[in-house]
Protein backbone atom coordinates (compact mmCIF):
# COMPACT_ATOMS: atom_id res chain seq x y z
CA UNK A 1 0.00 0.00 0.00
CA UNK A 2 2.82 2.54 0.77
CA UNK A 3 4.50 1.40 -2.49
CA UNK A 4 1.55 2.52 -4.10
CA UNK A 5 1.26 5.63 -2.48
CA UNK A 6 4.58 6.50 -2.94
CA UNK A 7 4.28 5.89 -7.13
CA UNK A 8 1.35 8.32 -6.98
CA UNK A 9 3.11 11.05 -5.09
CA UNK A 10 6.03 10.06 -7.52
CA UNK A 11 4.19 10.09 -10.79
CA UNK A 12 1.97 13.69 -9.14
CA UNK A 13 4.97 15.40 -8.73
CA UNK A 14 6.75 14.89 -11.91
CA UNK A 15 3.40 15.71 -14.01
CA UNK A 16 2.92 19.24 -12.16
CA UNK A 17 6.35 19.73 -12.31
CA UNK A 18 6.54 19.32 -15.85
CA UNK A 19 3.49 21.36 -16.39
CA UNK A 20 4.77 24.27 -14.34
CA UNK A 21 8.36 24.49 -16.24
CA UNK A 22 6.65 24.34 -19.48
CA UNK A 23 4.63 26.85 -18.71
CA UNK A 24 7.15 29.00 -17.19
CA UNK A 25 9.39 28.54 -20.08
CA UNK A 26 5.78 29.58 -22.24
CA UNK A 27 4.92 32.61 -20.70
CA UNK A 28 8.78 34.37 -20.53
CA UNK A 29 8.97 34.06 -24.37
CA UNK A 30 5.37 35.76 -24.73
CA UNK A 31 5.76 38.13 -22.05
CA UNK A 32 6.00 40.86 -24.96
CA UNK A 33 3.26 39.64 -26.40
CA UNK A 34 0.77 38.62 -23.55
CA UNK A 35 1.91 40.77 -20.72
CA UNK A 36 -1.25 39.67 -18.83
CA UNK A 37 0.50 36.42 -17.61
CA UNK A 38 2.70 38.67 -15.34
CA UNK A 39 1.99 41.01 -12.52
CA UNK A 40 4.68 43.64 -11.19
CA UNK A 41 4.77 42.76 -7.54
CA UNK A 42 7.39 45.18 -6.07
CA UNK A 43 9.30 46.16 -8.79
CA UNK A 44 10.32 42.66 -10.57
CA UNK A 45 7.78 40.64 -13.01
CA UNK A 46 5.95 37.33 -11.48
CA UNK A 47 3.59 35.13 -12.86
CA UNK A 48 0.25 35.84 -12.77
CA UNK A 49 -1.16 33.47 -10.52
CA UNK A 50 -4.48 33.15 -12.01
CA UNK A 51 -3.28 32.60 -15.11
CA UNK A 52 -0.87 30.25 -14.13
CA UNK A 53 -3.40 28.62 -12.40
CA UNK A 54 -5.63 28.38 -15.33
CA UNK A 55 -2.92 26.93 -17.75
CA UNK A 56 -1.82 24.15 -14.96
CA UNK A 57 -6.47 23.02 -15.18
CA UNK A 58 -6.75 23.26 -18.53
CA UNK A 59 -2.77 21.63 -19.17
CA UNK A 60 -4.03 18.79 -16.52
CA UNK A 61 -7.69 17.81 -18.24
CA UNK A 62 -5.62 17.55 -21.81
CA UNK A 63 -3.22 15.51 -20.57
CA UNK A 64 -5.59 13.39 -19.01
CA UNK A 65 -7.93 13.04 -21.84
CA UNK A 66 -4.74 12.15 -24.18
CA UNK A 67 -3.31 9.62 -21.93
CA UNK A 68 -6.55 7.96 -22.10
CA UNK A 69 -7.17 8.01 -25.72
CA UNK A 70 -3.94 6.63 -26.26
CA UNK A 71 -4.54 3.62 -23.31
CA UNK A 72 -7.49 2.94 -25.68
CA UNK A 73 -6.23 2.90 -28.81
CA UNK A 74 -3.67 0.61 -27.46
CA UNK A 75 -6.28 -1.91 -26.18
CA UNK A 76 -8.32 -1.64 -28.86
CA UNK A 77 -5.55 -1.99 -31.61
CA UNK A 78 -2.64 -3.07 -30.09
CA UNK A 79 -3.22 -7.28 -29.63
CA UNK A 80 -4.16 -7.45 -33.23
CA UNK A 81 -1.17 -5.78 -34.12
CA UNK A 82 0.89 -7.55 -32.60
CA UNK A 83 -0.02 -10.82 -34.41
CA UNK A 84 2.33 -11.62 -37.30
CA UNK A 85 -0.25 -11.36 -40.12
CA UNK A 86 -0.06 -7.92 -42.06
CA UNK A 87 -3.90 -8.48 -43.26
CA UNK A 88 -5.07 -8.05 -39.13
CA UNK A 89 -2.74 -4.97 -40.05
CA UNK A 90 -4.51 -3.98 -43.27
CA UNK A 91 -8.01 -4.42 -41.50
CA UNK A 92 -6.92 -2.07 -39.02
CA UNK A 93 -5.51 0.51 -41.60
CA UNK A 94 -8.63 0.27 -42.97
CA UNK A 95 -11.05 0.60 -39.63
CA UNK A 96 -9.01 3.76 -38.05
CA UNK A 97 -9.49 5.25 -41.49
CA UNK A 98 -13.04 5.76 -40.92
CA UNK A 99 -12.82 8.44 -38.20
CA UNK A 100 -15.93 6.88 -35.93
CA UNK A 101 -14.05 4.93 -33.58
CA UNK A 102 -11.65 7.44 -32.60
CA UNK A 103 -13.80 9.73 -32.38
CA UNK A 104 -16.16 7.98 -30.32
CA UNK A 105 -13.19 7.48 -27.68
CA UNK A 106 -12.21 10.75 -27.50
CA UNK A 107 -15.83 11.80 -26.84
CA UNK A 108 -15.85 8.95 -23.91
CA UNK A 109 -11.97 10.20 -22.82
CA UNK A 110 -13.24 13.86 -22.23
CA UNK A 111 -16.26 12.82 -20.67
CA UNK A 112 -14.14 10.63 -17.96
CA UNK A 113 -11.71 13.42 -17.47
CA UNK A 114 -14.85 15.32 -16.44
CA UNK A 115 -16.01 12.88 -13.97
CA UNK A 116 -12.21 13.05 -12.93
CA UNK A 117 -12.85 16.73 -11.76
CA UNK A 118 -16.13 15.60 -9.48
CA UNK A 119 -14.20 12.80 -7.92
CA UNK A 120 -11.61 14.83 -7.35
CA UNK A 121 -13.82 17.73 -5.98
CA UNK A 122 -14.84 14.73 -3.40
CA UNK A 123 -11.77 14.35 -2.28
CA UNK A 124 -10.49 18.19 -2.30
CA UNK A 125 -8.55 19.14 1.34
CA UNK A 126 -9.93 21.92 2.93
CA UNK A 127 -9.17 25.49 1.37
CA UNK A 128 -7.04 27.78 3.72
CA UNK A 129 -8.60 31.00 4.98
CA UNK A 130 -6.37 32.81 2.56
CA UNK A 131 -6.86 36.51 0.23
CA UNK A 132 -5.07 34.56 -2.31
CA UNK A 133 -8.33 32.17 -3.34
CA UNK A 134 -9.05 32.73 -7.16
CA UNK A 135 -12.41 33.75 -7.60
CA UNK A 136 -14.73 32.35 -10.53
CA UNK A 137 -14.97 35.62 -12.75
CA UNK A 138 -10.94 35.88 -12.61
CA UNK A 139 -10.44 32.28 -13.24
CA UNK A 140 -12.66 32.44 -16.03
CA UNK A 141 -11.62 35.40 -18.17
CA UNK A 142 -7.73 33.42 -17.39
CA UNK A 143 -9.53 30.61 -19.00
CA UNK A 144 -11.35 32.03 -21.81
CA UNK A 145 -8.13 33.76 -23.05
CA UNK A 146 -5.92 30.99 -22.70
CA UNK A 147 -8.00 27.96 -24.06
CA UNK A 148 -10.22 29.64 -26.81
CA UNK A 149 -9.95 27.49 -30.14
CA UNK A 150 -9.80 31.08 -32.03
CA UNK A 151 -7.11 32.92 -29.82
CA UNK A 152 -3.92 33.74 -30.53
CA UNK A 153 -2.85 32.21 -26.80
CA UNK A 154 -4.21 29.37 -27.21
CA UNK A 155 -2.40 28.83 -30.69
CA UNK A 156 0.60 29.76 -28.90
CA UNK A 157 0.66 27.66 -26.06
CA UNK A 158 -0.50 24.67 -28.05
CA UNK A 159 2.79 24.88 -29.85
CA UNK A 160 4.71 24.85 -27.25
CA UNK A 161 3.04 22.10 -25.03
CA UNK A 162 2.86 19.98 -28.66
CA UNK A 163 6.97 20.75 -28.47
CA UNK A 164 7.21 19.78 -24.53
CA UNK A 165 4.55 17.08 -24.07
CA UNK A 166 3.68 15.08 -27.63
CA UNK A 167 -0.17 16.13 -27.20
CA UNK A 168 -0.18 16.05 -31.19
CA UNK A 169 1.39 13.09 -31.59
CA UNK A 170 2.81 10.41 -28.58
CA UNK A 171 2.76 11.55 -25.40
CA UNK A 172 6.07 12.20 -24.02
CA UNK A 173 7.89 10.30 -21.31
CA UNK A 174 7.63 13.35 -18.93
CA UNK A 175 3.98 13.14 -18.41
CA UNK A 176 3.39 9.56 -18.77
CA UNK A 177 1.57 8.27 -15.84
CA UNK A 178 0.74 4.26 -16.21
CA UNK A 179 -2.62 3.40 -16.33
CA UNK A 180 -2.64 1.68 -12.79
CA UNK A 181 -1.88 4.58 -11.11
CA UNK A 182 -3.41 7.46 -13.46
CA UNK A 183 -6.79 7.98 -11.95
CA UNK A 184 -4.91 8.35 -8.23
CA UNK A 185 -2.79 10.62 -9.86
CA UNK A 186 -5.45 12.78 -11.27
CA UNK A 187 -7.16 13.04 -8.97
CA UNK A 188 -4.54 14.22 -6.32
CA UNK A 189 -3.70 16.84 -9.13
CA UNK A 190 -6.83 18.14 -9.34
CA UNK A 191 -7.83 18.33 -6.22
CA UNK A 192 -4.68 20.17 -5.40
CA UNK A 193 -6.07 22.68 -7.97
CA UNK A 194 -9.48 22.83 -6.20
CA UNK A 195 -7.73 23.73 -3.05
CA UNK A 196 -7.37 27.14 -3.92
CA UNK A 197 -10.61 27.95 -5.57
CA UNK A 198 -12.80 30.48 -3.69
CA UNK A 199 -15.83 28.83 -5.46
CA UNK A 200 -15.49 24.83 -6.27
CA UNK A 201 -18.00 25.53 -8.78
CA UNK A 202 -15.16 27.11 -10.73
CA UNK A 203 -14.09 23.61 -11.59
CA UNK A 204 -16.97 22.50 -13.66
CA UNK A 205 -17.71 26.06 -15.21
CA UNK A 206 -13.98 26.01 -15.96
CA UNK A 207 -14.36 22.48 -17.93
CA UNK A 208 -17.03 23.68 -19.83
CA UNK A 209 -15.55 26.48 -20.89
CA UNK A 210 -12.49 24.71 -22.18
CA UNK A 211 -14.73 22.25 -23.78
CA UNK A 212 -14.32 23.31 -27.41
CA UNK A 213 -10.34 23.44 -27.08
CA UNK A 214 -10.47 19.93 -25.70
CA UNK A 215 -12.95 18.46 -27.67
CA UNK A 216 -10.83 19.13 -31.24
CA UNK A 217 -7.72 18.30 -29.44
CA UNK A 218 -9.13 14.76 -28.29
CA UNK A 219 -10.46 14.60 -31.91
CA UNK A 220 -6.98 14.74 -33.25
CA UNK A 221 -5.36 12.74 -30.80
CA UNK A 222 -7.92 9.98 -31.13
CA UNK A 223 -7.49 9.75 -35.18
CA UNK A 224 -3.53 9.88 -35.16
CA UNK A 225 -3.48 7.26 -32.29
CA UNK A 226 -5.75 4.86 -33.64
CA UNK A 227 -3.56 5.28 -37.00
CA UNK A 228 -0.18 4.99 -35.42
CA UNK A 229 -1.06 2.06 -33.73
CA UNK A 230 -2.50 0.16 -36.34
CA UNK A 231 0.22 0.93 -38.73
CA UNK A 232 3.23 -0.26 -36.94
CA UNK A 233 3.70 -3.65 -34.75
CA UNK A 234 4.78 -3.33 -30.85
CA UNK A 235 8.41 -2.83 -29.95
CA UNK A 236 9.44 -5.00 -27.18
CA UNK A 237 8.82 -3.71 -23.35
CA UNK A 238 10.84 -0.26 -22.55
CA UNK A 239 11.02 0.13 -26.08
CA UNK A 240 9.61 3.39 -27.74
CA UNK A 241 6.81 5.53 -25.90
CA UNK A 242 3.98 4.81 -28.14
CA UNK A 243 3.99 1.44 -27.33
CA UNK A 244 3.67 2.26 -23.79
CA UNK A 245 0.10 2.47 -24.07
CA UNK A 246 -0.30 -1.39 -26.07
CA UNK A 247 2.05 -2.78 -22.97
CA UNK A 248 -0.45 -1.03 -20.47
CA UNK A 249 -3.10 -3.93 -21.59
CA UNK A 250 -0.87 -7.04 -21.23
CA UNK A 251 1.24 -8.65 -18.51
CA UNK A 252 3.90 -6.50 -19.72
CA UNK A 253 3.41 -3.35 -17.68
CA UNK A 254 5.82 -1.32 -16.73
CA UNK A 255 6.75 2.27 -15.17
Not at 55 to 60: D, P, Q, S
Not at 75 to 97: C, P, Y
Not at 110 to 117: G, H, P
Not at 223 to 240: I, K, M, Q, S, Y
Request: negative net charge.
Amino acid sequence: MNDRKNKVSEYFRSIASNIDKAYLSWANSQKAEFPQLFRNIEGKDALDPTYQHAARYGLTLITHTIHEIWSYAGDIVGHDVDEERGKSNDNFLHLTSMEFLPKEVARHCISSSRLLTYQATANQAAADDSSELISDIDFSKALIDMFATDGKMWDSLFMHACEEFGLGTVPDRSIYVPLQYRRDVYKKLLATLFSSFESIESADSGFKLIRDVHEALADKVGVTAFRNLAATRPCTPNGCSMHSYHYEHSLCQYD
